[in-house]
């Protein structure tokens, strides 16, 4: 069974930095994209970036394109999204999917909180 | 960026009741159409993708039909675990876009 488990969301403020992670387990991670999508309270849903199997190839949404940055660590089975100059805008929830396409499981969220 | 526009916005409908969803985009996208079902403090489920195949595990109530700018979703013997906001996404390119979602309630 996939498993997506994500972790290091909370509360900063508007200019700090904080890194979310995923860990991965029931199927072979490093054969996999993997993406980034958020949604704001109340809001719809976000794509954020996606990242290829070996992290060679990157993509993100305009808005967060220079302060986050997606990555991954194959042999931890883990996808990493490091958020820097958060904004109040970037206040979501952020889930990590599989796939690059349309994606196909998805971690349960973590809430990322920016106010001053 | 392709906009992705879905219709109607909310609809109410009965249990048992077919639904259609319909969703359209700025411009061409190939089928490479996603359906995601949302319910209320919950993760999205995935439910279909180019256009009209089920992931796996998703009941043939769902199903999905189109082609070039204008897809459909459609539920049908709408039951209570199948309330909920369902969105659209492309993923012809980058960035992928979602639509603005679908609310169904109950009636």
């Known amino acids: 069974e996939v498993q997506l488990v994500d972790s290091g969301g909370g509360l900063v403020h508007p200019g700090e930095s904080l890194r979310l992670s995923c860990v991965a387990s029931?199927?072979?991670?490093?054969?996999?994209?993997m993406t980034w999508v958020r949604q704001a309270p109340g809001k719809g849903l976000e794509w954020v970036a996606t990242i290829n199997e070996d992290g060679s190839q990157k993509k993100y949404v305009d808005s967060v394109k220079g302060r986050f940055t997606i990555s991954r660590d194959n042999a931890k089975n883990s996808l990493y999204l490091q958020m820097d100059s958060l904004r109040a805008e970037d206040t979501a929830l952020y889930y990590c999917?599989?796939?690059?396409?349309?994606?196909?499981?998805w971690g349960q969220g973590i809430l990322v909180t920016v106010s001053s | 960026d392709i906009q992705m526009t879905q219709s109607p916005s909310s609809l109410s409908a009965s249990v048992g009741d077919r639904v259609t969803i319909t969703c359209r985009a700025s411009?061409?996208?190939?089928?490479?159409l996603a359906w995601f079902q949302q319910k209320p403090g919950k993760a999205p489920k995935s439910l279909i993708y180019a256009t009209s195949t089920l992931q796996r595990g998703v009941p043939s109530k769902f199903s999905g039909s189109g082609s070039g700018t204008e897809f459909t979703l459609t539920i049908t013997n709408l039951q209570p675990d199948d309330f909920a906001t369902y969105y659209c996404?492309?993923?012809?390119?980058?960035?992928?876009?979602f639509g603005q979602g679908t609310r169904v309630e109950i009636k």
């Open positions: 999917a599989t796939r690059a396409g349309a994606p196909a499981d």
């Open positions: 996404q492309q993923y012809n390119n980058y960035p992928r876009t």
């Open positions: 411009q061409g996208i190939n089928n490479y």
């Open positions: 029931g199927f072979t991670f490093s054969t996999y994209w």
